[in-house]
């Protein structure tokens, strides 16, 4: 391979970082045998396991297939991405008979992040999926936790000036021809190693896309590394994905690195139990619209009684 091949230059290193920063790695036909086949979006038997594993007398293995098909089947668009966003959040439930009620079910464990204890973390390359209906898509990198696939990496010849926007291509492509797997998948990554964007699934507009150099700086290494650590993949998921419905039409976006990086020091505060008064200060811009959208003002208010929030600058409502 030549040095700035796709496959030599970018595709390997990605996943040899990941691998180093604790996902395990499956060979395309490894991958194919825990899917059970090219149809399924899901490592099956990864994650039948795990729902029991994670739902100690709540869910056996037949109750675990039943959850398996509710989660595959969701509806091939932005609506059965939603659902299966709610499925990963354990926002779902499932009827109990010995206790003649709903109860709810754990598909992450959002709690602990060491590999194996209890989420299982596993990335592979080359992944062909089908609906039946010809093309099939096939995606460069993949990443699964507890065998639900969870982002998708797209990746170029660091030699292609335009390399980002052909990734972006290929991912409107896959949305196109494999809906069925993009409406399980929440993230999406596009490098071409000079460059490293990421953004949500079903939102395929240019602005859609964020640059993690402007949360990570560093070489190729430390942006997959810093990005793909399961502590922060499991973050991204549970807290800084967001679905908004206007005038009937829902949508979805993710965080941009500053917007995280407030988030969290909003919540690090409300930890403070001594201090009753906040601060934020934002610009045009800065992602405000959000903000306020998500209720994360009034959240801070309620997590902390008494506290005040002043939001000084032109243009901040």
């Known amino acids: 391979m030549t040095i700035g091949s796709k496959r030599g230059s970018v595709q390997n290193p990605f996943l040899r970082y990941a691998e180093e920063a604790g996902w395990t790695y499956l060979t395309p036909e490894q991958a194919l045998d825990l899917r059970r086949g090219l149809i399924s979006p899901v490592l099956d038997s990864v994650l039948v ?21 509710r ?20 926002l779902k439930t ?19 992040v060491e590999p194996n204890r209890p989420n299982i973390y596993h990335v592979t390359d080359e992944l062909t999926f089908s609906n039946g209906t010809p093309p099939d898509i096939r995606t460069d990198v993949n990443f699964f936790i507890n ?35 993009l409406a399980v998948l929440q ?3 596009l490098t071409h190693l000079i460059h490293f964007f990421y953004g949500a699934t079903w939102n395929l507009s240019r ?20 990005f793909v650590a399961p502590r922060r993949v499991l973050r991204i998921v549970r807290d800084f994905i967001l679905f908004t419905r206007k005038d009937g039409e829902l949508s979805k976006v993710v965080l941009r690195p500053h917007q995280m990086r407030a988030a969290e ?6 930890k403070e139990p001594k201090k009753r008064r906040a601060l934020v200060w934002h610009t045009q811009g800065s992602g405000m619209s959000w ?6 003002c009034s959240g801070f208010n309620l997590q902390t009684p008494g506290a005040e929030f002043t939001t000084p600058g032109e243009g901040n409502r």
């Open 49 to 69: 396991d795990q729902l029991q594993r994670l739902n100690p007398g709540v869910v056996d293995n037949l109750r675990a297939e039943a959850i398996r098909d």
């Open 207 to 226: 602005k859609g896309l964020f640059n993690w150099r402007d949360e990570q700086a560093g070489d190729f290494e430390t942006l997959v590394k810093t």
């Open 94 to 112: 499932v009827f109990v008979e010995a206790e003649r009620r709903e109860r709810n079910v754990r598909l992450i464990d959002f709690d602990n």
């Open 147 to 181: 065998g639900l696939p969870i982002i998708l990496g797209e990746t170029k010849s660091a030699k292609k000036a335009e390399g980002i926007a052909e990734a972006l291509d290929d991912l409107r492509a896959y949305h196109r021809d494999g809906p069925e797997l």
């Open 265 to 270: 020091r909003c919540l690090a505060r409300c």
């Open 291 to 296: 903000w306020t959208r998500s209720g994360s």
């Open 71 to 90: 989660l595959i089947r969701v509806r091939p668009g932005i609506e059965g991405n939603l659902d299966a966003w709610e499925f990963m959040k354990g």
């Open 187 to 189: 993230l999406h990554v």
